[in-house]
C-alpha cells in the first residue's frame, strides 16, 4: 500500500525526520483559516510521480489566489486520479537538493540503503549516480555513513545525512515497509536538512500487524485501492480486458498459463479472475465457494462475454467448491442469459464435481489444450 | 514434523503426508499438547517433541503469517535444519530476519507460499496431490503452485517421472532459490534433468540463468507463466506484481522478454505451453546422451 505525501510525512514526523510546518486541506475553503505564513506551496495528494509537471503543484502568495488555486488543483486529475487532500506547505530554500532511500532487496533478501548527490525531480534520469549500501547483518548506524561518504558527501553532512538516514531505516524495520523515500532532501546554505517530499510503501502482508498504517488507507482515493491485492472475500478482485472469453483459475502461474494459451490459440479473454493459491492459512470451503460464486457474478456483468473458462486444480478441496459454486450460479441463472461453461477440474474429488455437472450438462475436460480449444470455439 | 497441525491447512495435509509415507513423528500446537491427530502425537513445544521422539529430520510450518517467523526459529533453536513454509503472507520483514538466521545456522528454508517438496513414491513434504506424480528422473522446480501441479501432471502422462519436485515458493523474499535448487539436483544421482518452471515479476528466472551458465551441467528445460500479459497487470498476489516501483530501478527485469533472452543464453530450451516440456525433455536428453557417448 503507498501513503500519501501527507500520511509519509506525518510518520517522518514522529520518527524525528525534519519536515516543513503543514496543514492538511480537505475543502478549498480551509484555506481561510491557514496558521502557515504565506508564500505556501499547495500540493495535489496523488499518488504518482509528475505532480509538478501536470500543474499539482502551485505557489500562492495569498488566501484569495490560495482558494482559486485549490480549487483548480482538486479539480484536476493526475492519471485519472483527484485529490481528495492537497497539502499547504511552508516554502523552503534549498541549496542542494539529495535523494535518500531505505528499500527491500528482493532477491539480496536484504534491505538497501540508496543514495545520491542528484535529487530532485529528475531521479530517475541521474540513476547512474546512485549509490548503493546493501545492510547484510543487524543494521548499525554505520551502514549509513557508509552510503553517505559513497554519495561524496564530506564534513558535517556525513553525521547529519546518516542520522536521517537511521531514522528512515528505524521507519521502515517498526512499520513494516517496503519503501521508504526522501526526494528530496533539501540542505540549506546553512547545512540543515529538510524533507521536501517523501514517498512510503507498507507491506500489504503485514498490514495486519499495523493498525495505524492500515487506517490510513481509508483516506486515500478509490482509484488506488483497486491496486491492493485480494487477501478475502471482500477483496475479489476481476482483472478486466477486450475480449469475450471469461477465465476463472486458483494459483498466479496457472491463471497466467491459462490467459497466455488463451492468446497463443487466437482467442480473446473478456477477463481473469484468480482464486488464490491454496496456502492461505484461513481458507474454509465456505470463503472458497462464495468466492468463485462472487468472480462468476462479477464476470457476467460484462455484455461480450460468450464463454466461461474455469480450469481449476487442487486435491482438497477446491474441485467440489468450484462445482457447487458453478451449479448454485446457473440455478440462479436460470431463465435470464445463459452463458456455456467449459470446465476443467483436476483433483481428487473429480468423480464427485463431475457427477454434479454432469447433471448440468456442462462439458467436462481433463486435458488443459483442449479445453482451450472448446472454449475458443464457443467463443467464435 | 508438522508445526501448525490443528490449523486449517495443518489438519488437512498433515494425515495426507502421512498416508504418503513420509513419518510424521510429532505436531506442535500450543495448548493442544497430549492429543492426538490422525495417530500423529501433539506436543506444545518444539523441543518437548524432539525429547518425546527423538531426531526430526524436516519441519513443515502450517502456521498462520504472522507466527510463521517465531515457528522457524523455535524449530532452529531445536536443531532442525530442513523447514518447509507452506502459509502464504508472510511479511517480507520477518523473512529477511529468518534467511539471516537459516543463513547462519545453515538451514534449508523452502517457501513461504509454496507447495513444498515431494519424492514421488517416497516422501510429501506439503500439499502436492499425490495423483500427479509418479517417482523418475526428472527433477522440477518452480516458483509457482497450482503450476507447479499441472507441469507435473503433464510429465507423469508422457512418461516422464520425477526424482524431486518442489516449489520454492511465489513470494518475493522465499529461503531458497532458484540456484540453490538447481546446484542439488545437479548433485542428485537420481535426476538426469531438470525442468523450471517460472513466471513474470522479480529477477528469479534471470538470475537461475546466469547460475546455470556457470554452474550446472545437466540438461534444464524451462517453462514462463505470462508471456502474453501486459506488464502492468497483475494476477492476485504479492509474488505476481509485475511493477517493480522501487524508485524507478529496475522496470525491465522480470518481463517475459527479459527472462526469455536470460535462459535462451543460457541454452535452456523454452516451453511454449506445459504439453510441449516433454517433447523438449527428449530432445534435451537424446543430445546430452549423445554428448556423453563421445566423451
Given at each position: 500500500?503507498?501513503?500519501?505525501?501527507?500520511?509519509?510525512?506525518?510518520?517522518?514526523?514522529?520518527?524525528?525526520?525534519?519536515?516543513?510546518?503543514?496543514?492538511?486541506?480537505?475543502?478549498?475553503?480551509?484555506?481561510?483559516?491557514?496558521?502557515?505564513?504565506?508564500?505556501?506551496?499547495?500540493?495535489?495528494?496523488?499518488?504518482?510521480?509528475?505532480?509538478?509537471?501536470?500543474?499539482?503543484?502551485?505557489?500562492?502568495?495569498?488566501?484569495?489566489?490560495?482558494?482559486?488555486?485549490?480549487?483548480?488543483?482538486?479539480?484536476?486529475?493526475?492519471?485519472?486520479?483527484?485529490?481528495?487532500?492537497?497539502?499547504?506547505?511552508?516554502?523552503?530554500?534549498?541549496?542542494?537538493?539529495?535523494?535518500?532511500?531505505?528499500?527491500?532487496?528482493?532477491?539480496?533478501?536484504?534491505?538497501?540503503?540508496?543514495?545520491?548527490?542528484?535529487?530532485?525531480?529528475?531521479?530517475?534520469?541521474?540513476?547512474?549516480?546512485?549509490?548503493?549500501?546493501?545492510?547484510?547483518?543487524?543494521?548499525?548506524?554505520?551502514?549509513?555513513?557508509?552510503?553517505?561518504?559513497?554519495?561524496?558527501?564530506?564534513?558535517?553532512?556525513?553525521?547529519?545525512?546518516?542520522?536521517?538516514?537511521?531514522?528512515?531505516?528505524?521507519?521502515?524495520?517498526?512499520?513494516?515497509?517496503?519503501?521508504?523515500?526522501?526526494?528530496?532532501?533539501?540542505?540549506?546554505?546553512?547545512?540543515?536538512?529538510?524533507?521536501?517530499?517523501?514517498?512510503?510503501?507498507?507491506?500489504?502482508?503485514?498490514?495486519?500487524?499495523?493498525?495505524?498504517?492500515?487506517?490510513?488507507?481509508?483516506?486515500?482515493?478509490?482509484?488506488?485501492?483497486?491496486?491492493?491485492?485480494?487477501?478475502?472475500?471482500?477483496?475479489?478482485?476481476?482483472?478486466?480486458?477486450?475480449?469475450?472469453?471469461?477465465?476463472?483459475?486458483?494459483?498466479?502461474?496457472?491463471?497466467?498459463?491459462?490467459?497466455?494459451?488463451?492468446?497463443?490459440?487466437?482467442?480473446?479473454?473478456?477477463?481473469?479472475?484468480?482464486?488464490?493459491?491454496?496456502?492461505?492459512?484461513?481458507?474454509?470451503?465456505?470463503?472458497?465457494?462464495?468466492?468463485?460464486?462472487?468472480?462468476?457474478?462479477?464476470?457476467?456483468?460484462?455484455?461480450?462475454?460468450?464463454?466461461?473458462?474455469?480450469?481449476?486444480?487442487?486435491?482438497?478441496?477446491?474441485?467440489?467448491?468450484?462445482?457447487?459454486?458453478?451449479?448454485?450460479?446457473?440455478?440462479?441463472?436460470?431463465?435470464?442469459?445463459?452463458?456455456?461453461?467449459?470446465?476443467?477440474?483436476?483433483?481428487?474429488?473429480?468423480?464427485?464435481?463431475?457427477?454434479?455437472?454432469?447433471?448440468?450438462?456442462?462439458?467436462?475436460?481433463?486435458?488443459?489444450?483442449?479445453?482451450?480449444?472448446?472454449?475458443?470455439?464457443?467463443?467464435? | 514434523?508438522?508445526?501448525?497441525?490443528?490449523?486449517?491447512?495443518?489438519?488437512?495435509?498433515?494425515?495426507?503426508?502421512?498416508?504418503?509415507?513420509?513419518?510424521?513423528?510429532?505436531?506442535?500446537?500450543?495448548?493442544?499438547?497430549?492429543?492426538?491427530?490422525?495417530?500423529?502425537?501433539?506436543?506444545?513445544?518444539?523441543?518437548?517433541?524432539?525429547?518425546?521422539?527423538?531426531?526430526?529430520?524436516?519441519?513443515?510450518?502450517?502456521?498462520?503469517?504472522?507466527?510463521?517467523?517465531?515457528?522457524?526459529?523455535?524449530?532452529?533453536?531445536?536443531?532442525?535444519?530442513?523447514?518447509?513454509?507452506?502459509?502464504?503472507?508472510?511479511?517480507?520483514?520477518?523473512?529477511?530476519?529468518?534467511?539471516?538466521?537459516?543463513?547462519?545456522?545453515?538451514?534449508?528454508?523452502?517457501?513461504?507460499?509454496?507447495?513444498?517438496?515431494?519424492?514421488?513414491?517416497?516422501?510429501?513434504?506439503?500439499?502436492?496431490?499425490?495423483?500427479?506424480?509418479?517417482?523418475?528422473?526428472?527433477?522440477?522446480?518452480?516458483?509457482?503452485?497450482?503450476?507447479?501441479?499441472?507441469?507435473?501432471?503433464?510429465?507423469?502422462?508422457?512418461?516422464?517421472?520425477?526424482?524431486?519436485?518442489?516449489?520454492?515458493?511465489?513470494?518475493?523474499?522465499?529461503?531458497?532459490?532458484?540456484?540453490q535448487w538447481l546446484q542439488i539436483l545437479d548433485e542428485d544421482e537420481q535426476t538426469e534433468a531438470i525442468v523450471l518452471v517460472g513466471k513474470i515479476g522479480s529477477d528469479s528466472e534471470e538470475v537461475a540463468a546466469r547460475y546455470i551458465i556457470e554452474a550446472i551441467d545437466k540438461p534444464v528445460v524451462a517453462y514462463i507463466a505470462g508471456r502474453t500479459l501486459p506488464q502492468s497487470q497483475y494476477t492476485g498476489h504479492a509474488g505476481a506484481v509485475v511493477s517493480s516501483q522501487i524508485a524507478g530501478l529496475g522496470d525491465e527485469i522480470g518481463t517475459a522478454e527479459s527472462k526469455i533472452a536470460a535462459l535462451k543464453q543460457a541454452k535452456v530450451p523454452i516451453a511454449e505451453r506445459p504439453s510441449q516440456l516433454p517433447d523438449l525433455l527428449k530432445q534435451v536428453l537424446k543430445s546430452s546422451t549423445?554428448?556423453?557417448?563421445?566423451?
Amino acid at each position: 500500500m503507498d501513503l500519501l505525501e501527507y500520511q509519509a510525512k506525518q510518520l517522518f514526523h514522529e520518527m524525528g525526520i525534519p519536515v516543513l510546518p503543514s496543514q492538511q486541506i480537505n475543502h478549498p475553503q480551509d484555506l481561510k483559516g491557514l496558521k502557515i505564513p504565506y508564500p505556501v506551496v499547495l500540493k495535489s495528494q496523488v499518488y504518482t510521480g509528475g505532480r509538478g509537471k501536470a500543474g499539482g503543484i502551485r505557489f500562492v502568495e495569498n488566501t484569495i489566489d490560495a482558494v482559486a488555486a485549490a480549487q483548480t488543483i482538486f479539480n484536476l486529475p493526475i492519471t485519472g486520479m483527484y485529490p481528495a487532500v492537497l497539502l499547504a506547505e511552508a516554502k523552503y530554500d534549498a541549496d542542494r537538493e539529495l535523494y535518500l532511500a531505505v528499500i527491500l532487496d528482493w532477491s539480496a533478501r536484504r534491505p538497501l540503503l540508496l543514495g545520491s548527490q542528484r535529487g530532485g525531480v529528475d531521479v530517475e534520469a541521474t540513476i547512474g549516480a546512485m549509490q548503493q549500501v546493501v545492510v547484510d547483518q543487524e543494521f548499525s548506524p554505520f551502514y549509513a555513513r557508509r552510503l553517505a561518504l559513497k554519495m561524496g558527501l564530506q564534513g558535517e553532512l556525513i553525521r547529519s545525512v546518516s542520522a536521517i538516514l537511521e531514522k528512515m531505516y528505524q521507519l521502515f524495520l517498526q512499520k513494516d515497509l517496503d519503501l521508504v523515500e526522501i526526494n528530496p532532501l533539501a540542505v540549506s546554505s546553512a547545512g540543515e536538512l529538510m524533507a521536501l517530499d517523501g514517498k512510503i510503501t507498507a507491506n500489504d502482508d503485514a498490514l495486519g500487524r499495523h493498525s495505524d498504517l492500515a487506517t490510513l488507507q481509508e483516506k486515500i482515493p478509490h482509484q488506488i485501492k483497486t491496486k491492493m491485492l485480494p487477501r478475502d472475500l471482500a477483496d475479489t478482485t476481476l482483472v478486466e480486458l477486450e475480449g469475450n472469453i471469461g477465465i476463472l483459475c486458483n494459483g498466479a502461474g496457472l491463471t497466467m498459463t491459462t490467459l497466455d494459451l488463451v492468446y497463443k490459440a487466437g482467442g480473446r479473454p473478456a477477463s481473469f479472475l484468480n482464486l488464490g493459491s491454496e496456502y492461505r492459512h484461513n481458507n474454509s470451503p465456505e470463503v472458497l465457494r462464495e468466492r468463485i460464486q462472487r468472480g462468476l457474478e462479477l464476470m457476467m456483468q460484462s455484455k461480450n462475454l460468450k464463454v466461461v473458462l474455469v480450469n481449476t486444480l487442487g486435491n482438497v478441496m477446491l474441485c467440489r467448491q468450484t462445482a457447487e459454486a458453478i451449479a448454485t450460479h446457473l440455478q440462479h441463472q436460470a431463465g435470464s442469459r445463459v452463458v456455456p461453461f467449459v470446465v476443467r477440474l483436476v483433483g481428487d474429488q473429480f468423480d464427485e464435481a463431475r457427477q454434479m455437472l454432469r447433471t448440468l450438462n456442462l462439458p467436462l475436460f481433463h486435458n488443459l489444450d483442449e479445453a482451450i480449444a472448446e472454449a475458443i470455439s464457443l467463443s467464435k | 514434523m508438522v508445526q501448525g497441525i490443528t490449523e486449517p491447512l495443518g489438519s488437512i495435509y498433515a494425515p495426507l503426508m502421512q498416508v504418503y509415507g513420509g513419518q510424521i513423528l510429532a505436531g506442535i500446537s500450543p495448548g493442544h499438547g497430549g492429543q492426538q491427530l490422525e495417530g500423529i502425537p501433539v506436543f506444545d513445544l518444539v523441543e518437548q517433541a524432539l525429547l518425546s521422539v527423538g531426531v526430526v529430520d524436516t519441519s513443515v510450518i502450517f502456521v498462520p503469517p504472522y507466527q510463521v517467523l517465531d515457528a522457524a526459529l523455535e524449530a532452529i533453536a531445536a536443531g532442525i535444519r530442513q523447514l518447509v513454509l507452506v502459509t502464504e503472507g508472510v511479511p517480507p520483514m520477518d523473512m529477511m530476519h529468518l534467511c539471516r538466521v537459516a543463513e547462519a545456522s545453515e538451514t534449508l528454508v523452502v517457501g513461504p507460499n509454496c507447495p513444498g517438496i515431494i519424492v514421488p513414491g517416497q516422501i510429501l513434504l506439503g500439499t502436492h496431490p499425490a495423483e500427479f506424480y509418479t517417482p523418475g528422473t526428472v527433477g522440477l522446480v518452480s516458483r509457482c503452485g497450482t503450476l507447479t501441479y499441472e507441469v507435473a501432471r503433464e510429465l507423469s502422462q508422457a512418461g516422464f517421472g520425477q526424482s524431486i519436485a518442489l516449489g520454492i515458493g511465489s513470494d518475493r523474499i522465499i529461503g531458497s532459490t532458484f540456484q540453490q535448487w538447481l546446484q542439488i539436483l545437479d548433485e542428485d544421482e537420481q535426476t538426469e534433468a531438470i525442468v523450471l518452471v517460472g513466471k513474470i515479476g522479480s529477477d528469479s528466472e534471470e538470475v537461475a540463468a546466469r547460475y546455470i551458465i556457470e554452474a550446472i551441467d545437466k540438461p534444464v528445460v524451462a517453462y514462463i507463466a505470462g508471456r502474453t500479459l501486459p506488464q502492468s497487470q497483475y494476477t492476485g498476489h504479492a509474488g505476481a506484481v509485475v511493477s517493480s516501483q522501487i524508485a524507478g530501478l529496475g522496470d525491465e527485469i522480470g518481463t517475459a522478454e527479459s527472462k526469455i533472452a536470460a535462459l535462451k543464453q543460457a541454452k535452456v530450451p523454452i516451453a511454449e505451453r506445459p504439453s510441449q516440456l516433454p517433447d523438449l525433455l527428449k530432445q534435451v536428453l537424446k543430445s546430452s546422451t549423445k554428448t556423453s557417448a563421445k566423451s
